[in-house]
Each structure stands twice: as structure tokens, then as C-alpha cells.
């Protein structure tokens, strides 16, 4: 089994920054790629970003370019999430998922995805 739990949501005011945490235990976490996905009440899950298995090439959804930055340490078993410049509408539950197949690509689709972790929440007020 894979466990993923997430961490360090919380409240920041509009053009702040926050960094999520992603720890993975169970199945071999290095090789497997990695993303990060959000959900906010009434709206679809969707795609943030994604890693591949080996930190090697990165995906982001175009909303967040330039203002978010994924990475992983593989060392500690851990996917990280750096938001910068924070905006109202990043606002949701953001969850941590890892692919279903090995040393695979970063992807945007969350069909993908084999396992996911509870969710943090994040609240950018304005």
C-alpha cells in the first residue's frame, strides 16, 4: 500500500507565499512520477504540477508558471510545492498524488494517478 499525507496549507494573505509538503511511505516513492492537484468546493479536481520519477523534467498547469515550483527529495521520501505570489483563486484543498505506472513522466491527467493523499488546505484572502 502508499500512504501520502500532505502538509503546510493554511491562511496567507493575497501576494504571500506558502510551501506544501508531500510525504510518501509504502512503495518505492523514487520511482514513481509525482503531482500535485487542488480542488476547490464546487469545482473539479484539477492539474497544478507534476515531477518525473527522477526530478528530471517538470509539468505545470499554466495558471501557476512562473509562481509555483515542484521538486522532490527522493532521499526523504518527500514531494515539495513552493507557492509563490499567491492569488484568491489558488484557494482549495490541494492534494498530493502519486502515478500509477514506474519511472513514467510527469502527466496532467488525473486518471494517472493511483493514490492520493488526504489534502491540505490553502485560503489566499484578498
Known amino acids: 500500500q502508499v500512504q501520502l499525507v500532505e502538509s503546510g496549507g493554511g491562511l496567507v494573505q493575497a501576494g504571500g507565499s506558502l510551501r506544501l509538503s508531500c510525504a510518501a511511505s509504502?512503495?518505492?516513492?523514487?520511482?514513481?512520477?509525482m503531482g500535485w492537484f487542488r480542488q476547490a468546493p464546487g469545482k473539479e479536481r484539477e492539474f497544478v504540477a507534476a515531477i518525473r520519477w527522477n526530478g528530471g523534467t517538470i509539468y505545470y498547469a499554466d495558471s501557476v508558471k512562473g509562481r509555483f515550483t515542484i521538486s522532490r527529495d527522493n532521499a526523504k521520501n518527500t514531494m515539495y510545492l513552493q507557492m509563490n505570489s499567491l492569488k484568491p483563486e489558488d484557494t482549495a484543498v490541494y492534494y498530493c498524488?502519486?502515478?500509477?505506472?514506474?519511472?513514467?513522466?510527469?502527466?496532467?491527467?488525473?486518471?494517472?494517478?493511483?493514490?492520493w493523499g488526504q489534502g491540505t488546505q490553502v485560503t489566499v484572502s484578498s
Open positions: 509504502g512503495r518505492t516513492f523514487s520511482t514513481y512520477a
Open positions: 498524488a502519486s502515478d500509477s505506472l514506474a519511472y513514467g513522466p510527469p502527466r496532467n491527467n488525473i486518471n494517472n494517478y493511483a493514490y
